[in-house]
């Protein structure tokens, strides 16, 4: 019976290793080239929503990008148990269109 409890209190603390290292992977990942994300993601359609969570691009920098690449945030669905929340942002500024005739 020792034997059994003491696996699992093995196998669950490999399991948060594994998972803990996992995370911070695709931390690495989102936060490596944000802007690549943003203009992506922020590519001129009218609506456009973002999930942030624990190893996304945090809450701040997302709304940031998006306001520079003319988008303002429309709704927060607000953080849920485990902190991830939905943004969804509305195009504001209209494309640059040159002109033509020039």
């Not at 009218?46 to 709304?63: G, L, N």
């Not at 953080?79 to 969804?88: C, E, H, M, P």
Request: net charge negative; proline share 5%.
């Amino acid at each position: 019976m020792v034997l059994i409890v003491l696996g699992g209190i093995v196998l669950f603390f490999w399991m948060c290793v594994w998972f803990f290292r996992e995370v911070g992977k695709e931390t690495k990942i989102n936060n490596a080239n944000p802007e690549q994300t943003f203009n992506e993601l922020f590519d001129g359609t009218p609506h456009v929503s973002y999930r942030v969570h624990m190893a996304s691009i945090p809450y701040d920098k997302v709304v940031i990008g998006a306001a520079e690449r003319g988008y303002e945030l429309a709704s927060d669905s607000g953080a849920d148990r485990y902190g991830t929340q939905t943004l969804v942002f509305k195009k504001t500024s209209p494309d640059f269109q040159p002109d033509a005739d020039v």
